[in-house]
């Protein structure tokens, strides 16, 4: 079970789809969905600003190179700070190229409740 929050298409690279928060082994897990597909074994480094607050993370590529999961710490971040914003900044960089969008996350606290109570006990 998933939910989507797809970029703002006027002020995002054509390569950057949305954010997903989705259930995985650990419980609710962030996720970016790219369309350019990266090798596994690259590790990109995502900046996402909030208002005026920046996080790095350094990022796995995972589902065939399409998408790419943020570490544990970018969870929590979902679950507390970024839901007094209504917008986030994304840069992805990696070792060939630079990925840059806006993603709307009106409703975050909401899906992450629904997602919070539908995903498997762990």
């Given amino acids: ?54 996080s790095e993370f350094e990022a796995s590529v995972v589902q065939g190179g399409e998408a790419l999961l943020l570490p544990e710490t970018a969870s929590k971040l979902a679950d507390g700070e970024w839901q007094s914003t209504n917008e986030l900044s994304v840069d992805i960089e990696t070792k060939s190229a630079s990925i840059r969008g806006r993603i709307p996350i009106g409703g975050l606290s909401a899906a992450l409740r629904h997602l919070s109570q539908n995903c498997p006990a762990q």
Avoid: N, W, Y
């Fill in 1 to 54: 079970m998933s939910v989507m929050h797809v970029v703002d298409s006027s002020k995002s690279d054509f390569a950057l789809a949305g954010l997903s928060l989705q259930c995985g082994h650990s419980g609710v897990e962030v996720v970016l969905i790219i369309l350019d597909r990266l090798p596994r074994v690259a590790r990109p480094t995502v900046v996402f600003t909030a208002g005026t607050k920046q």
